[in-house]
């Protein structure tokens, strides 16, 4: 008996020790389905699906109108260009307007604010990880990695400005980073990241194999060098305008002045400006770039902003088709043929910016009375940038059949019919909508149109204003600007104007020209012109009489909030919170 | 009790074998001196399941609570979950939807424990982790619901939730035993959110038009024509009457029969149920239904045949076959145009046969419950398990070995048949004035085929060896040592294996049946986790004392029987959400598009960064028990318990500053204490012609945060931490009314959420900062899950007739009206507005108002969490109520039945709630039913 009981024991046992035997692998994970650093850089196929993602967020840094900002209304609603459905609470847009901005939201969620903090972080990282791996991919030339190592340069270089502009001194992150240690970082001043920003330019402009233009029309959308030189002169064009370029900040901020301020005025930063602009131009147009002119005077604009390279856009230095929201209904006023959301429409503000063909503008001051039954009489004449950016009462708004025209106007009185897209029939509230990537606008839907993060047109604005504050208005300065308006049929600047003369023109030509563009609110801040954001915004009221003329009366739709310390942007408020040593900026 | 847990797998299955060899040495020495009257062991009638096996009421030490079959039987429902309803104490259960098919209600044991991933107990039948509702509930022998640590520990990595073991019916020896159940039915939904009728909602649209300071839409003479006009031109279309009916039938039928002799026991049963959804006219297709719809056969083989003397097989087979018919369209799709397609934009058909409807809403849900197809889902159930057991008690007495062996498929999968429908718009031509019928808006297309989709193929296979050995030393000491080897490997679709590991130890002890204690410990792994964090060793002690007894209290001595019982232990959950978290991963990311068009590019991107110290939470729980029965008639049973759960995942994105770039794991970190009192009574009373039975389920659970990653806030907004509150504790904006004037909001704090006008809501400033904003938001109330939970039954019977009742209340919740947007905040994509709104501000009424000013948009200010928008969740609700009647025993000799019962039984029939506007467990989507049937148990 003595002997079973160990037997059983040992039966027992050893098949315990038995299954757990043969099965030790048991626990082990099976084989790994999915990329590590190791397998994902062992084959160029997936290294490009990597350098592909660096582009997640670009989309949202992209021109207005995709962007999906601030409740989808866009950040041409917060300049004085443009104006979103005031009733619409979501668009957030109306707490700009308000005055409500504040940390908590404003550069924390990309869908209701202007900017995602965080986001350039991560496509920072992004970048770094992959030119730091590139060279393990056995399966690639030196020529494929060293444009990959460009690619990564420039959009580093990218995010540091998006920052730059925004923010002033960022923290700056050399490498990867693993360790905790590693993650507390200061802010560097303005200068630092200014410099980190041209190096990071020079060093992408410097790599023999990143390309000047892509070399296949189906990687339209990734960065080139001719980019890079774009972004140079605009990164030295927003470091020498008077809001980085002083020797005080906008804002005291005491002891970290040096955050968002040169400190210093330098005059030589505008001629450096004016040099990088040169640069970029000759560049671009040496490797095939060219401003468009070869569609008419009516529809170079138009194929400038809106077409592919495919298409003839020769002009575009970077540009994509991603979208986040692509449902054009948000850019539509009101009440149209499909409806609309009324999100981003003109203001009266910017319609006065435009002048007739032949250099004369349109008074606004007094009501205007048109002829019988000729709604559009007030806007005939104008700039053809105007016909192909906004659409009006009386304009023909669907080209294709059936037509559709559109009708802004209430009637004076109950005798006469309100137009179908007026205030009182369409329940909307502006006289204008927008048609900039609308035109020829047929049905709704998906909509996918090209959305230019910078042409060539603006390397010319850039050298005309650089060259203005460097050496008043020369005759390089004047021919510059003459190159953007010539091709779109408007008159030659006039030459009598003074240095003030012409940087005020040069604004407003900016602002026709790069309309929607994502432009308007950075170039008023860097000019330190902030208060023109006031308002009044105006808006016209049209009226249809009962003989069939119609009247234009401009009027004040609202004032809106402006104050100092929203020169810069303001950190997230929960980043400041984690404490570790970001310094909010000034006022928040 | 922060010990080092980590034990290697080896070591302690050596120190297992030492602790084996030990006792198998001292049972020897034991051995010799025993008389054969030793091994008689006390079994009492009254056994009660436990982990890995069955032991007498008397002697459990841990927190146990069990329900008979008899129990669960008077309930028809169609998952074994909604028979669960305040029958236990602790075991919280939360209706959901009563769509057929799709009904399963969420469970917890012992309130929230955690706020990881995994929080419902894990579930076994007949011993092998199996999904609760793959039993018919006529199947049932009894569930039991482990609670504490003790209970549990035999589970170890995958205990931290509860347990809840499940028990199929045997045969036990003598007459076939043959047994007919039947009940047929109708169910009704319980309660619909309602909504204004056309007039109604005309003058509340203008009144909201006028608020957005946008002119009017509905003129005078609409309001009188939607008030009584041409239905045609005026359509007055109440959707969910339109939609819904008010009788589905149900249909259940059971049989079974059981019996045996000496050498096999077998239970067999066959069971049919049909349980019908609540659309309306979805017959109207020939030759298919787009009705919900629920067939499920199920049958069960147990039998244990007594192969030798000594050696006896236990086979358990049983199956499902569940075939769900449902309209083609998602039914929270369906649920959604019923709440939001106006009443008033066209009527169901514009014309006979052609279906109204408009280009912006051409969902006409006449139409998109019928005439768009049907989906058909087919799943089934297959589980069998083998039981092969040793009696060694010739070789050792009281030595038992064995192994168990079961194996489960699942599969289900989904196809059906699709098609389209056109619309038609009704307008007014302005000459006439007679309705005119528009072009069609869509297209009616031919049924297509949809090919199989949806489809999963699980499998679950677990093998067990087990060793039990049980001894008596002298007339004092008992002892009762169980070791048990598992391995599980579960496969679901194409993810990697789920494999499981564990050796289990038991070591029961009793003195004089009077004093018991139990060690359990389990070691065991999971593949979840890198090497050194896979294992854990999860140990539990507990003690009982019966203080008194029946033999020892005199008769007039109130208290007959008193035990106190405490248990303290530490059990794990090794299902944190992540499976392999600590390898470095890249995993694909959004596609962009390069390019001439928007073809989008596909990506790769860095995944979470690894953490190589993943590891599984841990719950250390310490439970206190008194178990008595006084006045001869009443049985209680009263516990305390805390349990601290560690190491749940948290997230560390809150405090890494975003200049890191990317995105950081989660981390064991996290931590919550529960605690709670739970409270079961039973009075019970046999007279001679008649009964009674009243029992009292109660549990107060209180559960709080103490560790979890929060974003930062400055100094001043403390009260946004949810630390130190309830897990589900609702956080909000405190709502202190409605601005009264443009003065008003000048002189108030700025809400930042959007423009705000008189009549819109106004918070409080918490942080007295002058803003209201995010950082304002701070505790305001409980959530939906109650601290208090109440289950109250009553039944008595007079000769043959008698009443059951059974109610279920839960106190201290409430319903987020804030989360069911499209019925609470009306108009803003031109819905509808429901009755919910009473009295919406206007200048008039600015004093009184009960809502906010009605407005036609998006109000970013208003619709968001707050105080104003919590409101009370307490329900009562009686969830069944049965009259039935027992035929005499004259009867069952004449027509030579063993038994036989007529009954009619209501479930859900009565809510007592402070909410009233629709169901407070199950506030929007397919709604929750109430049913009325009769049937009849006979057995032969």
């Given at each position: 008996m003595k002997l079973k009981i160990p037997f059983y024991i040992i039966i027992f046992l050893t098949s315990c020790m038995t299954g757990l035997n043969s099965c030790k692998k048991y626990l082990e994970m099976p084989a790994q389905t999915s990329f590590n650093t190791d397998s994902v850089f062992s084959k160029y196929q997936n290294a490009e699906r990597l350098l592909f993602d660096l582009y997640q967020f670009q989309g949202r840094a992209l021109?207005?109108?995709?962007?999906?900002k601030l409740g989808s209304s866009s950040?041409?609603?917060?300049?004085?260009?443009a104006i979103c459905?005031?009733?619409?609470?979501?668009?957030t847009s109306n707490n700009v307007y308000a005055g409500s901005v504040n940390s908590t939201w404003f550069t924390v969620n990309g869908a209701n604010g202007?900017?995602?903090?965080d986001n350039h972080w991560k496509t920072i990282r992004k970048a770094l990880i992959l030119k730091d791996n590139i060279?393990?991919?056995?399966?690639?030339t030196a020529d494929v990695k060293g444009r990959i190592k460009g690619e990564c340069t420039a959009v580093i270089a990218l995010e540091y400005f998006e920052m730059f502009k925004r923010y002033g001194g960022v923290p700056i992150v050399k490498k990867a980073l693993n360790d905790?240690?590693?993650?507390?970082i200061p802010r560097a001043s303005l200068d630092s990241v200014y410099n980190h920003i041209i190096n990071l330019c020079d060093e992408a402009i410097a790599n023999?194999?990143?390309?000047?233009?892509?070399?296949?029309?189906?990687?339209?959308g990734r960065l080139t060098k001719a980019f890079v030189y774009g972004l140079k002169s605009r990164t030295m064009l927003y470091a020498a305008s008077p809001l980085f370029n002083?020797?005080?900040?906008?804002q005291d901020f005491g002891a970290n002045n040096k955050l968002i301020s040169f400190m210093k005025y330098d005059k030589n930063l505008w001629t450096l400006a004016a040099k990088s602009a040169r640069e970029a131009i000759a560049y671009a147009e040496q490797n095939g770039y060219a401003i468009v002119k070869n569609f008419g005077v009516t529809r170079n604009y138009k194929v400038a902003c809106e077409d592919v390279p495919k298409a003839g856009?020769?002009?575009?230095l970077y540009g994509t088709f991603?979208?986040?929201?692509?449902?054009k209904l948000y850019w539509l006023g009101r009440g149209t043929n499909v409806g609309g959301y009324a999100a981003t429409e003109p203001t009266q503000n910017h319609i006065e910016k435009y002048q007739n063909t032949d250099g004369t503008t349109v008074n606004w001051n007094s009501t205007i009375t048109t002829p019988?039954?000729?709604?559009?009489a007030p806007y005939?004449?104008?700039?053809p940038r105007f016909h192909i950016s906004v659409a009006y009462n009386?304009?023909?708004?669907?080209?294709?059949?059936?037509t559709y025209s559109l009708e802004i106007y209430d009637g004076v009185d109950a005798s006469v019919a309100n137009g179908r897209n007026g205030p009182i029939s369409a329940?909307?509230?502006?006289a204008y909508f927008t048609r900039k990537w609308l035109n020829g606008f047929e049905a709704s839907g998906v909509w996918t149109p090209m959305s230019p993060y910078m042409r060539l047109a603006e390397m010319y604005l850039n050298l005309a204003e650089a060259i203005n504050e460097a050496s008043g208005p020369t005759a390089e300065a004047f021919s510059a600007i003459d190159v953007i308006r010539t091709r779109s049929g408007m008159p030659t600047v006039?030459?009598?104007?003074?240095q003030a003369g012409l940087r005020k023109f040069i604004e407003n030509e900016r602002s026709i020209e790069l309309y929607?563009?994502?432009h308007r609110y950075f170039d008023v801040k860097r000019m330190m012109?902030?208060?023109?954001?006031?308002?009044?915004i105006n808006d016209v009221r049209v009226i249809r009489q009962k003989n069939g003329a119609y009247t234009y009366t401009k009027y004040k739709y609202h004032d809106r909030a402006w104050f100092t310390h929203w020169y810069l942007h303001p950190f997230p408020y929960n980043e400041v919170n984690k404490?570790?040593?970001?310094i909010q900026n000034p006022g928040w | 009790m922060h010990v080092n847990m980590k034990i290697p797998f080896k070591q302690y299955c050596t120190c297992l074998t030492f602790i084996t060899v030990l006792l198998m040495s001292m049972s020897i020495q034991a051995q010799k001196k025993?008389?054969?009257?030793?091994?008689i062991i006390h079994m009492s009638a009254d056994l009660q399941a436990i982990a890995y096996g069955k032991v007498p009421k008397r002697e459990v030490t841990a927190s146990i609570v069990t329900l008979t079959g008899k129990d669960i039987e008077k309930n028809t429902v169609?998952?074994?979950?909604?028979?669960?309803?305040?029958?236990?104490?602790?075991?919280i259960v939360d209706q959901n939807s009563g769509e057929p098919g799709n009904d399963l209600p969420g469970f917890s044991t012992?309130?929230?424990?955690?706020?990881?991933y995994a929080r419902a107990p894990l579930v076994l039948v007949d011993g092998f982790i199996r999904d609760?509702?793959?039993?018919?509930?006529?199947?049932?022998?009894n569930i039991s619901v482990l609670k504490d640590a003790s209970a549990t520990a035999m589970y170890g990595i995958q205990a931290a939730n509860g347990v809840v073991l499940v028990t199929t019916k045997g045969g036990t020896e003598g007459k076939t035993k043959l047994t007919v159940d039947f009940s047929n039915g109708v169910q009704s939904p319980t309660r619909l959110p309602q909504f204004y009728n056309s007039a109604n909602f005309a003058k509340f649209y203008n009144q909201a038009l006028s608020n957005d300071k946008l002119p009017s839409l509905f003129s005078d003479a609409d309001i009188a024509g939607y008030t009584d006009g041409n239905r045609v031109l005026y359509p007055d279309v109440d959707w969910i009457k339109e939609m819904v009916k008010q009788n589905a039938p149900i249909t259940s039928l059971n049989i079974s029969a059981s019996g045996g002799n000496k050498i096999a026991h077998y239970y067999v049963s066959l069971g049919y149920l049909n349980n019908t959804g609540i659309?309306?006219?979805?017959?109207?297709?020939?030759?298919?239904?787009?009705n919900s719809n629920l067939n499920r056969l199920n049958f069960r083989s147990n039998i244990d045949v007594n192969v030798l003397s000594d050696l006896t097989l236990k086979l358990n087979l049983g199956g499902q076959i569940n075939d769900i018919n449902a309209p083609r369209m998602a039914t929270s799709d369906i649920w959604n145009r019923l709440y939001d397609y106006?009443?008033?934009?066209?009527?169901?058909?514009?014309?006979?046969?052609l279906l109204g409807g408009t280009?912006?809403?051409?969902?006409?849900p006449m139409g998109y419950i019928n005439n768009r197809g049907y989906r058909e889902i087919h799943n089934r159930f297959f589980q069998s398990d083998l039981d092969l057991k040793y009696d060694a008690g010739k070789h050792v007495k009281g030595l038992e070995l064995g192994a168990r062996v079961g194996f489960d498929n699942y599969y289900t999968v989904t196809d059906g048949w699709s098609k389209t429908f056109a619309v038609y718009q009704t307008t007014k031509d302005?000459?006439?004035g007679k309705p005119v019928v528009g072009a069609p808006i869509g297209a009616n297309t031919n049924l297509a085929y949809n090919s199989p989709y949806n489809d999963a193929q699980n499998r679950r296979g677990t093998a067990e060896l087990y060793l039990n050995y049980i001894r008596k030393y002298g007339n004092s000491h008992t002892i009762n040592f169980l070791a048990l080897y598992n391995q599980t490997r579960q496969i679901v679709g194409r993810e990697n294996p789920y494999n499981m590991q564990s050796v289990n130890a038991k070591l029961h002890y009793d003195f004089k049946n009077r004093f018991f204690a139990d060690l359990t410990t389990s070691y065991g792994g999971t593949e979840t986790f890198a090497k050194g964090n896979r294992f854990g060793f999860f140990p539990a002690v507990s003690a009982g004392y019966v203080l008194f007894d029946q033999q020892q209290a005199?008769?007039?001595?109130?208290?007959?029987y008193l035990k106190l019982r405490a248990s303290g232990g530490m059990v794990g959950s090794?299902?944190?959400?992540?499976?392999?978290?600590?390898r470095e991963l890249y995993v694909g990311g959004g596609s962009y598009a390069f390019g001439n068009t928007n073809a989008g590019a596909s990506t790769i991107t860095e995944g979470t960064i690894a953490n190589p110290d993943l590891s599984f939470e841990k719950s250390y729980q310490y439970d206190l028990g008194i178990d008595a029965r006084v006045f001869n008639q009443v049985d209680l049973s009263l516990a305390l318990f805390q349990q601290d759960r560690k190491n749940i995942l948290t997230s560390q994105s809150t405090t890494?500053?975003?200049?890191?770039?990317g995105s950081l794991p989660s981390v064991n970190k996290g931590e919550v204490r529960n605690r709670g009192i739970e409270l079961s009574l039973l009075w019970q009373k046999q007279f001679k012609h008649s009964g009674f039975f009243a029992r009292l389920n109660m549990s107060i659970i209180k559960d709080r945060v103490v560790e979890m990653a929060e974003e930062v806030v400055p100094?001043?907004?403390?009260?946004?931490?949810?630390?130190?509150?309830?897990?589900y504790y609702t956080y909000g904006l405190d709502a202190i009314g409605f601005f009264a004037s443009e003065k008003d909001i000048a002189n108030?704090?700025?809400?930042?959420?959007g423009p705000v006008q008189p009549g819109d809501l106004k918070y409080r400033?918490?942080?007295?900062?002058?803003i209201i904003n995010?950082?304002?938001?701070g505790p305001i109330g409980n959530g939906s899950v109650p601290t208090k939970e109440f289950g109250l039954e009553l039944g008595f019977n007079l000769g043959g007739f008698d009443v059951q009742v059974m109610m279920q209340a839960q106190l201290d919740r409430n319903v987020?009206?804030?989360?069911y947007g499209n019925i609470f905040f009306p108009?803003?994509?031109?819905q509808k507005i429901s009755?919910?709104?009473?009295?919406?501000?206007?200048v008039q009424n600015s004093a009184t108002a009960k809502y906010p000013r009605l407005s036609t948009l998006e109000n970013a200010n208003n619709y968001r969490t707050s105080s104003f928008w919590l409101r009370n969740g307490d329900f009562l609700k009686v969830r069944s109520l049965e009259f039935g009647y027992n035929f005499s025993s004259l009867f069952l000799k004449k027509t030579g039945l063993s038994m036989s019962r007529v009954f009619v039984r209501g479930m859900n029939l009565f809510t007592f709630d402070k909410?009233?506007?629709?169901?407070?467990?199950?506030?929007?989507?397919?709604p929750t039913m109430r049913s009325v049937n009769m049937g009849f148990k006979i057995q032969l």
């Open positions: 021109a207005t109108a995709l962007n999906g950040v041409a609603t917060i300049t004085d260009e459905f005031t009733a619409q609470n979501g668009y202007e900017d995602v903090y060279d393990r991919v056995p399966d690639a905790a240690e590693d993650f507390v023999p194999y990143f390309p000047a233009k892509v070399p296949d029309e189906k990687e339209f002083s020797d005080k900040p906008y856009n020769t002009e575009v991603q979208g986040i929201n692509q449902s019988v039954n000729d709604p559009t005939k004449k104008l700039d009386g304009c023909l708004w669907v080209t294709t059949n059936p329940k909307t509230q502006f006039s030459r009598t104007l003074d929607l563009e994502n012109m902030g208060d023109v954001f006031k308002g009044p404490g570790y040593g970001l | 025993s008389t054969q009257k030793d091994s169609f998952s074994l979950g909604n028979a669960l309803y305040g029958k236990v104490p602790g075991l012992r309130g929230v424990t955690t706020f990881g609760l509702n793959s039993v018919s509930v006529f199947d049932i022998e659309y309306k006219n979805t017959e109207i297709n020939d030759g298919y239904s787009t106006p009443t008033h934009l066209f009527p169901v058909y514009a014309l006979p046969g280009a912006a809403f051409a969902d006409n302005p000459i006439s005199k008769s007039s001595n109130a208290i007959n090794s299902n944190v959400g992540t499976r392999f978290g600590y890494v500053p975003a200049l890191f770039g100094q001043g907004s403390e009260y946004f931490y949810r630390k130190g509150s309830p897990i108030s704090p700025v809400q930042i959420f400033d918490r942080n007295n900062d002058g995010n950082y304002d938001v987020n009206l804030a989360s108009f803003r994509t031109n009755t919910f709104v009473q009295e919406p501000w206007t909410f009233k506007y629709s169901d407070p467990e199950n506030i929007a989507g397919y």
